[in-house]
């Protein structure tokens, strides 16, 4: 079986699944957990669109 | 100087940082199975929710990143970056070892999207490396 995502898919599915890891391992109570791995999901996606505007900027 | 010396007084007046940890059978076998088996550190020491959760990401993780033909590297003393690229995949634990029995995966990358499948690779490896050291903090108990 093969699959080919495109990059934003790809960083997306990276992101849930790293978030969700470090919800659970960087944190004690289950609130705090998901509350860390909104966050690291927020941030992890957030710099993928900052990066991605930087470099159409940087392309101009 | 005078820094220095207090610094090293405190290190040894400190309790927490020269208490040994008590080596408990738990201690020991939660990271090895956590290693093998994603998640199944936590799931031994009960944490349902979380041993899940854990073997879910790692295991989806590292199965889309085979079926996204990344690269599975082997283990040699050559460049630094495929010694670096080996140690994250064996984080893997069981999968590596089956993906290794089973030769699957790729031996170079072929094309452009399976550089995403080497990445996703050796970093559900280096996640698992995390999960593995909670298990061990959970069985140890320096956490819930």
Redesign the interface.
Known sequence: MTIQLTHFSAAVLFAVFASVVFGITQRNTAREMLRYGLYCFAMFVGGVIVAGWAMWLVRR | MANSTTDKANAVSSPSKTEAVPATMMSVVAPALGWLIPGAGHLIQKRYW?GL??L???S??FL?GL???GRVYKPNGGDILDVLGFIGDVGGGGWYILTRAMDWGQGAISHA?AD?GT??LI??GL?NF??V??AYHIAIGK??
């Open positions: 979380r959760l854990l879910l990401s790692v989806v993780m889309l079926a996204m033909q999207t995403y990445k996703y970093v559900a996640l995390i999960a050291a909670d956490k819930p």
